[in-house]
């Protein structure tokens, strides 16, 4: 993907390089304490030479609550679907010539500096994430990720039991993945506060 390629060297990494970011490929990271921003140049399935398709997708993960979830430590360069927010851009970016390179080349720096570094700022602690977490009401959903990693909030903010309550209630479910999955999270939450302790 040429003029993807042309995008990601010419705009977008020296941009987010001014900005602290660290390249691998077509993926950036900013670590800030013990959060990890993350963005991510997608190229889209059915792009052909004659028109390459992207979508810049961004998000902050948490390397401790990987861990914590995988039993493994995360990559050194996460990948946007490693992240606990994650978004993009509303619209993908169509590349047919060299003319929309430029244009999208500087319309992605503006969507970088106005709204994701804004957003990444915005989580400035294990609250903000847990507020992210309510308004998006993952309490209300099936998915059981999303629910480990409020419960992981709550033990970040001091609320072991609620964290727990969360846990137990997963690894009751009849879904026996992410049983399974709730049980070594507490597990491994176990083994953390007994090193701390």
């Known amino acids: 993907m040429e003029?993807?390629?042309i995008l990601?060297?010419?705009y977008l990494s020296p941009a987010l390089k001014c900005l602290g970011f660290k390249k691998q490929g077509h993926r950036w990271k900013r670590e800030r304490d013990c959060f990890v921003d993350v963005i991510e140049v997608v190229v889209?399935?059915?792009s052909t030479s004659e028109e390459?398709?992207?979508d810049l997708k961004y998000g902050v993960s948490i390397p401790k609550f990987y861990y914590l979830i995988w039993n493994d430590k995360q990559k050194s360069f996460p990948y946007e679907a490693d992240c606990i927010f994650r978004s993009s851009l509303v619209k993908f970016v169509t590349l047919t010539s060299n003319d929309d390179v430029e244009a999208a080349g500087e319309m992605l720096c503006e969507y970088v500096n106005n709204k994701i570094i804004s957003t990444f700022d915005s989580f400035t602690g294990f609250q903000m994430?847990?507020?992210y977490l309510v308004n998006s009401k993952v309490m209300e959903r099936s998915y059981p990720l999303d629910r480990i990693y409020y419960a992981?909030?709550?033990i970040e903010l001091g609320n072991t039991e609620?964290?727990?309550s969360i846990l137990n209630g997963i690894r009751f479910e009849k879904?026996?993945?992410w049983s399974t999955r709730a049980k070594n999270v507490l597990e491994n939450i176990k083994v953390e506060q007994d090193k701390h302790a």
């Open 3 to 5: 003029r993807v390629n």
């Open 8 to 10: 990601v060297k010419n």
């Open 44 to 46: 889209l399935r059915g």
């Open 52 to 54: 390459e398709r992207c």
């Open 129 to 131: 994430i847990q507020e």
């Open 152 to 154: 992981l909030t709550e």
């Open 162 to 164: 609620s964290c727990i």
């Open 175 to 177: 879904n026996r993945g």
